[in-house]
Every structure is written in structure tokens, then in C-alpha cells.
């Protein structure tokens, strides 16, 4: 069966990575799929379980950093574009060690970006012009806010901690192969995201995993962090936007105007759980204030003017929305949660 495009997706096993390709196949009826992940502790196999039968989706366990297994699924499969979601992004375990932050989120996006810049110039005109490589970032490079101000593109990049940092260097590569190669790159930079399929060390999953089965809910010091949430879905529409009609070179922050104190986000859980499956003293009994993260930014929000105004997208979730079909869908998997808690789980809150 033949379509008119294909992309490689890597990290599509990964949370953002795997609502993305899901997205894609379902609107996408002309795009397949080349789904690249090493299947670290935060990939589930369950997940691509979905996808079993779909001719639209090829799956190859890898890793980014295997330059010559890059270099032939170039060769073999041609894609229109490259979404980059593979990364290490667990701001607790890049403290503890940062190492796989590095190896992966700047020596494999390196890696990447080099095989491609390699194999492009090989394709027809119209087919490099069509071409984009999409860096999927955080809001994380820009450091901290106070109690004011939006994070923009024009931010300057202060990173805290190890994975910010990372982040921040990959996303400098980015542009370099961009201005000194002419890659045609875009660079996306989102805030926090929620959903299903979502490794239970985030936030929103560690609480609800852990509501679910009666345990200990743990918040960094009194809860006051604050943070941009944004639904997976309306993220994946974000990617996808900028892909389909972004402008080589440039950056777009993706937000959804949603700013959230950890302790409220608790709380809201706690309620709506309080109502699908009540308990004895209620779900925010199980709160437990715990000491707070080295370097814990305190405020993270994004201005997504230039992503609406020039792409026109806005997110369809409000957070009361989101974080009821969120809550819905880890109430009725507790079979993929339990499954992915069998492998290597650090219990620490986000």
C-alpha cells in the first residue's frame, strides 16, 4: 500500500511521542508512519498494542544515537519530515543522574540532525523543499518565572537543571544546522502536558496511580509551584500545525493560557476521584508534603500569540475538561499503568 508521505517519529512509544502518532493515523489518512523508540522505562509496548494491524504504522526499536540505523531508515523509507519527541525528560532523575540526559538528549539529537543533513541533499527539489525536521522542546530552557511574565520565543534560554539544560543544548543545535546548513528546522518549546499514556513519575499520573491504589500522594514543599498545563491532544494538534505550515528556522512556544499551583492540580484530582471511586476521609487525606526539589523553578508560563495568530491554533481543552478525561481514562486502564509500574519506577513527584 502506498501514501503519499511518511514520517519519522522518534520516541513515538513515549507518552507525547505516542498520542502524536495516534493523532496523525487518525486524521492523516495519506501519512504513514516510521516510529522510532528505544523503549526506555517510560515506553510501553502496551501502548503500540493500539496499532497492531494498521499497515500505516511501522514500529523499529532503537536508539537515535545508532547513526547507522538512522542513516538507513532515511534511505529506506524517504521520509517528508522528521518529528523529533525522543528524549529523556525527567527533570528528578537528570539530578540523580545526568548522564542519559546528555547521551541522549544532546549527542542523539546531534546524531539526528547530521544523518539528515547527509541524506537530504540525495532527495529531488521539490521534495527537500517540502521537507521539515521538528524538534519537539520544553518551556523548560527559559528557566523560572516570578510571579509575573510569559515565557516567548524571544526568551532568553536560562536552563536550572540537568534536563533543561540538555534540552537547551539541543534545541541550539537545532538552529545551528539550521543557519549554517540550511536544514529546514522548526523548534516547538510547550508547557507542562497531561493525558493518557502518560509514565506514572509526572505529577498528574504519580497521583492518580497512587490515589488509585490508596498510597501516600507526594507534593514538593507546600504545593505553591505553578505550572502551564496543557492537554496531550491539543499539543499533538500544535505539532502538527507547525509541521504542516510552520516556517523553516522558526521557533513556536505552544501553551493553553492554563496556569495551575501544584497543590490545586492535586486537589482537583482528589475531587473528581473523590466522586468516581469514593473513600473512607476522602483522596486528599492521602496528601503528604515532601522536601522540595534543588533548584525547583517556581513558575513556568507560556504566550502562545504566535502559534494562534499565525497558524491559527488554539487548544478545544479547558484544564476542568482535560483533567476529567485524563482522570476517566487512568480509571479504566489500571492494566497499562500496572504494567509499566512492573519495570524500573522511581517513585518521586514531578
Same mark, same amino acid.
Given at each position: 500500500m502506498s501514501h503519499a508521505r511518511t514520517l519519522l517519529v522518534t520516541g513515538g512509544a513515549g507518552f507525547i511521542g505516542?498520542?502524536?502518532?495516534?493523532?496523525?493515523?487518525?486524521?492523516? !489518512? *495519506? #501519512? =504513514?508512519? #516510521?516510529?522510532? %523508540?528505544? $523503549?526506555? +522505562?517510560?515506553?510501553? !509496548?502496551? /501502548?503500540?498494542?493500539a496499532l497492531d494491524g494498521d499497515p500505516r504504522h511501522t514500529f523499529v526499536r532503537g536508539d537515535i544515537r545508532d547513526r547507522a540505523l538512522v542513516r538507513s531508515l532515511l534511505a529506506e523509507h524517504q521520509p517528508a519530515g522528521v518529528v523529533h519527541f525522543a528524549a529523556e525528560s525527567h527533570v528528578d532523575r537528570s539530578i540523580v543522574g545526568p548522564d542519559d540526559?546528555? *547521551?541522549?538528549n544532546v549527542v542523539g539529537t546531534f546524531h539526528l540532525l547530521d544523518e539528515v543533513r547527509r541524506w537530504l541533499p540525495t532527495r529531488p527539489g521539490a521534495d527537500r523543499d517540502a521537507f521539515r525536521f521538528l524538534h519537539v522542546s520544553t518551556d523548560e530552557v527559559y528557566g523560572a518565572l516570578g510571579a509575573e511574565g510569559f515565557f516567548s520565543e524571544t526568551t532568553p534560554y536560562a536552563p536550572?537543571? !540537568?534536563?533543561?539544560? /540538555?534540552? =537547551?543544548?539541543? %534545541?541550539?543545535? #537545532?538552529?545551528?544546522?539550521?543557519?549554517?546548513?540550511?536544514? &529546514?528546522? #522548526?523548534?516547538?518549546?510547550?508547557?507542562n502536558n497531561y493525558g493518557p499514556y502518560q509514565f506514572p513519575e509526572k505529577l498528574i499520573p504519580l497521583v492518580l496511580s497512587n490515589a488509585l491504589a490508596?498510597?501516600? $500522594? &507526594?507534593v514538593y514543599g507546600r504545593g505553591q509551584n505553578v505550572r502551564d498545563w496543557i492537554y496531550v491532544e491539543d499539543h499533538c494538534r500544535a505539532v502538527l500545525a507547525v509541521l504542516e505550515r510552520g516556517r523553516p528556522g522558526e521557533t513556536y512556544c505552544i501553551g493553553a493560557r492554563t496556569e495551575k499551583k501544584n497543590l490545586d492540580v492535586v486537589h482537583a484530582i482528589c475531587d473528581e476521584l473523590d466522586r468516581l471511586r469514593p473513600r473512607d476521609g476522602g483522596h486528599r487525606a492521602l496528601i503528604e508534603f515532601v522536601t522540595d526539589r534543588p533548584g525547583h523553578d517556581f513558575r513556568y508560563a507560556i504566550d502562545p500569540s504566535k502559534i494562534e495568530g499565525?497558524?491559527?491554533?488554539? !487548544?478545544?481543552?479547558?484544564?476542568? /475538561?482535560?483533567?476529567?478525561?485524563?482522570?476517566?481514562? +487512568?480509571?479504566?486502564?489500571?492494566?497499562?499503568? =500496572? %504494567?509499566?509500574?512492573?519495570?524500573d519506577y522511581q517513585k518521586a513527584p514531578a
Open positions: 505516542f498520542n502524536f502518532v495516534r493523532a496523525v493515523l487518525a486524521t492523516r !489518512p *495519506d #501519512v =504513514a508512519i #516510521v516510529n522510532l %523508540d528505544k $523503549l526506555t +522505562y517510560a515506553g510501553n !509496548p502496551r /501502548s503500540l498494542r540526559f546528555i *547521551d541522549t536550572n537543571s !540537568p534536563y533543561s539544560a /540538555s534540552k =537547551a543544548s539541543s %534545541d541550539h543545535l #537545532v538552529r545551528a544546522y539550521h543557519h549554517t546548513y540550511g536544514l &529546514p528546522v #522548526v523548534t516547538t518549546n510547550c508547557s490508596g498510597k501516600r $500522594l &507526594p499565525e497558524l491559527g491554533w488554539k !487548544p478545544a481543552e479547558t484544564f476542568e /475538561s482535560g483533567i476529567r478525561k485524563t482522570i476517566a481514562w +487512568y480509571v479504566a486502564n489500571t492494566a497499562w499503568t =500496572a %504494567d509499566i509500574l512492573s519495570g
